[in-house]
């Protein structure tokens, strides 16, 4: 098993590498593309994770069309950054507020822990049901009815694909509904020029001023 | 039948890994954007064949090697076209290669 | 746990890093653009090899998206640094 562990050990250091680099570089168009690389490392990690359905809901997101939003923004505002001072109080604030968040994550129980609580109630009895739920199982389950908690079974091999797609289903509509509806607005927005042809000095070079090639 | 089958998938998948880690020291060491698209494009053919020919060859469903043949074909036909691409954008905005800096503009782009 | 997909995914997690590091230092902003478009040809083959190692090949239709959306942000981040809009280049 220490080789899957290895597995997360590596993305997430990766997550952490590329998160310093955001923040440390100066240049405004390569952080564009390194949150567009921190959403796939992100992805990767969800996948990793077991839950399908969010790992590609941040690579399309995240990786697609953040990233073109970004460049959008800097296409409007200028891709170089403004300088700002560094300030020891803004760093203590910052060291206390993670230490506190710290300290507080040190309660909660071991990482698949069987008897943490959410293991334990109901709710995740039915969860757990749904999802092709073998004939041993009913077992382990004196004191719940088994009649009732069967009547949970669904039969995707996923239990967060059911919560999804199934328990949740109207929350998953409408979702759609959103996303659907935004897409529409951007395309309305980005796409009202279409008929316009563009001349060439019309067109905005949005390269940082030192990376100008020499013309 | 397994033995083939796993002599077979070392034949094929650790050459595709082999290869795609190439793809990436060739990115790191090489000079030149231009160079550096060359060793990209070892990694995204080559690399990416025998690796996912290499996955057709384990226990699976049918669909399981359809979905694989198909990613295969998707990225033979888009990793090219993205590569022609880059290279269009970055050489017609000026960027020049670095042992080629007076290199002309190409004619397309001084008629429009 | 087979060695070779062991040994697969070792090779693409160090490729990830090495693009990474392109993209963190590539002097021009196209050297970013073929970093992130390797990184994603890359995690493509890191989700296909993950979905073998965990025993869930129902992954493949998550890199088969994936290697479209690749794609398709490529051509969309080239729009925009030529014309400056998406909508542009259109007669």
Redesign the interface.
């Known amino acids: 098993m220490i080789g899957e562990q290895l597995i997360g050990v590596i993305l997430l250091a990766l997550l952490a590498l590329t998160a310093i680099t955001i923040a440390r570089l100066r240049n405004l168009l390569a952080t564009a593309m390194l949150s567009g690389i921190f959403s796939l490392l992100g992805a990767c990690w969800m996948l990793f994770l077991d839950a399908p359905d969010v790992a590609f809901t941040e690579a399309a997101v995240g990786a697609g069309i953040s990233t073109i939003l970004i460049l959008a923004t800097l296409c409007v505002v200028g891709a170089d950054e403004k300088q700002v001072q560094e300030s020891p109080l803004a760093l203590l604030v910052v060291l206390v507020a993670g230490g506190v968040l710290v300290y507080g994550t040190l309660d909660m129980p071991r990482f698949g822990d069987p008897n943490a609580p959410a293991h334990q109630s109901l709710v995740t009895q039915a969860y757990l049901y749904s999802a092709n739920a073998p004939a041993e199982h009913r077992e382990t389950q004196p004191s719940r009815d088994a009649h009732e908690l069967e009547t949970f079974a669904v039969g995707i091999p996923n239990t967060v694909t059911t919560v999804l797609a199934s328990f949740r289903g109207y929350d998953t509509m409408g979702e759609t509904a959103v996303i659907f509806t935004a897409g529409l607005g951007v395309v309305v927005i980005l796409g009202g020029a279409r008929h316009r042809r563009f001349e060439?000095s019309e067109t905005v070079d949005i390269t940082p001023s030192d990376e100008r090639?020499?013309? | 039948m397994d033995a083939i089958r796993e002599a077979l998938?070392?034949l094929f998948?650790?050459p595709?890994?082999?290869l795609?880690?190439t793809?990436?020291?060739g990115?790191?060491r090489l000079p030149d954007?231009y160079a550096?698209?060359h060793a990209?494009g070892v990694?995204?053919t080559l690399?990416?064949a025998l690796?996912?020919v290499?996955?057709m060859l384990?226990p699976?469903?049918w669909t399981?090697t359809v979905?694989?043949a198909?990613?295969l074909f998707?990225?033979y036909v888009?990793?090219p076209?993205?590569a022609h691409?880059?290279i269009h954008?970055?050489y017609?905005?000026?960027?020049?290669p670095e042992f080629a800096k007076d290199a002309p503009l190409p004619r397309e782009v001084e008629s429009? | 746990m087979?060695a070779?997909?062991v040994?697969?995914i070792?090779?693409?997690l160090?490729?990830m890093?090495?693009?990474l590091?392109?993209a963190a230092r590539?002097p021009?902003v196209?050297?970013r653009?073929?970093?992130v478009?390797?990184f994603g040809?890359?995690t493509?083959?890191f989700i296909?090899?993950l979905g073998?190692l965990l025993g869930r090949?129902d992954f493949?239709?998550l890199?088969?998206l994936y290697?479209?959306l690749?794609?398709v942000g490529?051509?969309a981040i080239?729009k925009y640094?030529?014309y400056g809009n998406l909508a542009a280049g259109e007669d």
Request: aromatic fraction near 8%; proline fraction near 3%; charge should be positive.
């Open positions: 060439p090639p020499e013309a | 998938s070392w998948i650790v595709g890994a082999l795609c880690v793809g990436g020291i990115l790191l954007f550096r698209m990209a990694t995204d690399g990416t690796v996912l290499g996955l384990q699976a469903d399981v979905k694989l198909v990613i998707f990225l888009t990793s076209t993205a691409a880059l954008a970055a017609t905005s000026g960027h020049r429009r | 087979k070779y997909l040994v697969a070792a090779g693409v160090v490729t890093a090495m693009a590091v392109r590539g021009s196209y050297d653009i073929l970093a478009n390797s040809t890359v493509v083959l296909s090899v073998f090949p493949l239709d890199a088969l290697a479209l690749n794609f490529t051509i080239l640094f030529k």
